[in-house]
Every structure is written in C-alpha cells, then in structure tokens.
C-alpha cells in the first residue's frame, strides 16, 4: 500500500477540532467542528490536511497517483473510536452471575461471596500468559471491528505480584503486535484478595512497598487506579495507594461512588486524578469537587444497565462543568462488551447525552482520560491518522440505530486495519 491516503467526499468529516486547552466541558462538548463534502490527505500514519474537497484538490491531485484513494461518499469520517476504561485481560468468563443478577443478587453479594473479581482472579492466576493473551486479542479484535483504535487497560485481576505482572506484560506484548494501542493502568487494588480478607492494611502495605515499585520499576504503567467502595478500600487507604503510585510517577485514576456515596469523588479531587470512573451515586458535593478539580468522568452506561443500576447523572455532570468520557468498561462479569458504539447508543438513551456530546466523549475527551489528546481524538493537522469511515450519512443516524456496527473502514496509523 501506498503510504499517502486521500479519503474523499465524506458527507461529514466529523474533525473535533479543538481550540481549547484540556478536556471540554459544557457547550464546548457539542463543538464537532463537522465539514461537509470533507477530505483528508495521510502520508506516513501522520494527518497532513483537512479540509474541503474544493479545498484539498488542487493540493492533492498532483500527488493522487501515489496514494491510496477512500471514496467516503454518503459516508461519515470519524476520529477513531477511544476506549479509556477496560479490563480486557484476564482468564475465564462469569455468565453464571447474569443470571444471578435477573434473581436479585446484588454486585457486592456477589463478590462476598466468592464471585465477581475474586472468581476472575482465580482463572487469571491458574492460566497460562499464552492462553490469556491469545484470547485477550481476540477480544482486541472484536473492538477494533467496532471502531475502537485505542484503549487503556486495567490489570487487577491478579492481587498478587506475580498474576499483576502477568496481565501487564501482556498488555505489553498486545500492544506492540495488535492494531490497537494499549495504554496499560496498574489496578493491584482492584479487590481484596481472599487471602488477604481479614487483613486488608496488609495487603494494601503489598501494594504500596512492593507491587507499585516493582511495577514502576519495569515501566509496565502509565496509571494507578484503586477500587475506593464500602468493603473494597476505604478512602484512606485509596489515597494511600495513590499517593503511593504518584510518587512512583504513575498517575491516579480512581474507581469511585458506584455501589454508594463514599466520597471518591472527593478524593479524585484531592489527589489530582486524571480520572474518576463509575460515579454511579456521586453527591452534589462530589460533582462540585469534579468540576472544581478538571477531573474527567469517565462513565460507563453499559456496567450501569447489566448491573441494573440507575445511570450516572451525567446532565448534571456536564451542566456543572464536569469533562465526560464514557467507555465499554469491557470485563468479565458487569459489563462484557467490546461495543462502544452500543455504549453511544446508551449514553444517549439512559443518561440523556446529545449525540454530539457522545461523540466527543468517545474520542476527544477519552484521549484526555488517558492523557493522549495530543496525538489522537480530532482529526488535526500533525496528529496520528486514526480514523474511522461509517456507513451512514450523519452522526445522529450512528447514534439513532442502535445494536447495528456501522463500521465500514478503520484506519490506524494510515494503515486499513478493517474494512
């Protein structure tokens, strides 16, 4: 293939040019900088030029010959589609617990007994790095068919040092052999280990004094996350944890207020997380201390509807000012789905977000919730040509049409990785 591509005629070159600064927030989330009859000139994985057909034609029909031409008529150009919350490596599957959800059984009467994060946490400790990675990329797959051209990981599956690095140097190899890009977060706090039920200061010394620094160590993460909820970890020891993983140069995410209010929010602020997740019963005083912080909400309406959970409020969110992502939260047992245009679906149709505030939320504001808007999320000059053509004529029909992958071409780097 030609190393130069010329997309052409998009009905909607949906660019999210961006002219502020950080993540956007009210208003500025439904700012699409959209151009009809749009064009794009690739050469070397790298955007060279936006515009117009008109525009672009004098500029590029010197050097057509040499490129590979993507007729996108009646169709719409994206930025390719960016995952910023998901648990995607790990062994075995928990379709047992869906049905115990239909019965009445809660998220937390679950994992107390013995299911949920603790059941994943045995099958990834017993299988092979070679299984899990070999299944890990084929749920790869299935996201970058969905339009997903980069996404963050999670360990966490493992509580103890040895599994905790399994996952991550998976997530290594994957992202230098797989289309997409990995950005891997170090989650050894995602659970208390059974081993460890009685006695979860000592396992949080373990995480603190020796999994963050080994792991900081190797460079295996850009992130730290820790799951802060009643019977996981308390808000002292989230913050100890994260102080821990700051110091060590990984930054702070946080999984918060989703089971209840227990003041997540509040410390997503105070230790400077990049992003807060779930947020399912955020207070007002929580959403105030979001926006006040420029903590992205990271949100996830999928986890919401299979746990059977009232939604995040995210019109509240954004009318304070909050930044919003939303994500598949891909894992085994509350949310398994590599779909994020299903996810786009949800956040209109159960939090009431506009299709152009989803959109946003699903590249410009997720490259920011993984600290990437530099180099992904808007279709801009000098940025990685990450893109994704859909076989519809407008971005409210990507939205309207739900369960349906609208995908038709998927670019990564310049290169067709589907399509």
Known sequence: MSKSVWIQNAAQLITLKNDHKGPRTKEAMSELSIIEGGSVWIEDGVIQLVGTMQELIPLCTPRASEAYIVDATGKIVTPGLIDPHTHIVHGGSREFEFEMRIQGKGYMEILNAGGGILATTQKTRELSEEHIYNTTALRLDSFLAHGVTTLESKSGYGLNLETELKQLRIMQRLNEKHPVEI????MGAHAIPEEYKDDADAYVDIVVNDMIPHIAKEKLAKFCDVFCEKDVFTTEQAERILEAGKAHGLIPKIHADEMEASDGAQLAAKVGAISAEHLLKTSDEGIEALADAGVIACLLPAAALCLQEQPARAR??????????ISTECNPGSSPTTSM????NLACMTMRMSPAETLCAATYNAACAIGMADKIGSIEVGKQADIVVWDVPNYQKLHYIFGV??????????VKVVG
Do not use: Q, R
């Not at 950005?183 to 170090?186: D, G, I």
């Not at 509240?316 to 992502?325: L, Q």
């Not at 245009?341 to 786009?344: E, H, I, T």
């Open 341 to 344: 245009p299903l996810v786009m």
């Open 183 to 186: 950005v891997s977060t170090f």
């Open 316 to 325: 509240d969110m954004i009318a304070a000012g909050v930044p919003v992502a």
């Open 405 to 414: 992958n609208h995908v038709h071409e998927v670019w990564k780097k310049g």
